[in-house]
């Protein structure tokens, strides 16, 4: 059963936007922080935002400034907004969710590329 569902990888040149949205499924309770982590070609995953369930919000600090996680409680999504994308974004981005009980949940990834 697939949980979490990433959208909007694709090819965007270097300065460009991009939006990811991910889907989480109305099955997993009680969520505290949803994020969105990225793991580039031969290096390793790291947490790119997270937004807690209070609102805190967490960046990578190379993408402060240009990136903006949001989430929809209602709707059960969260979103990142990448802006003055640079091709070092290039990665597969995951979805992630944490449960009140630690329960984390990923998604199947979504890649997408910057080109220069």
């Known amino acids: 059963q697939v949980q979490l569902v990433e959208s909007g990888g694709g090819l965007v040149q270097a300065g460009g936007s991009l939006r990811l949205s991910c889907a989480v499924a109305t099955s997993i309770f009680s969520i505290t922080t949803m994020g969105w982590s990225r793991q580039a070609t031969g290096k390793q995953r790291e947490l790119v935002a997270a937004?807690?369930?209070?609102?805190?919000?967490n960046y990578l600090d190379s993408v402060k400034g240009r990136f903006t996680i949001s989430r929809d409680n209602a709707k059960n999504t969260v979103d990142l907004q990448m802006n003055s994308l640079k091709p070092e974004d290039t990665a597969v981005y995951y979805c992630?969710?944490?449960?009140?009980?630690?329960?984390?949940?990923w998604g199947h990834g979504t890649q997408f590329t910057v080109s220069s």
């Open positions: 937004i807690s369930g209070g609102g805190t919000i």
């Open positions: 992630n969710v944490r449960t009140i009980i630690g329960a984390i949940y």
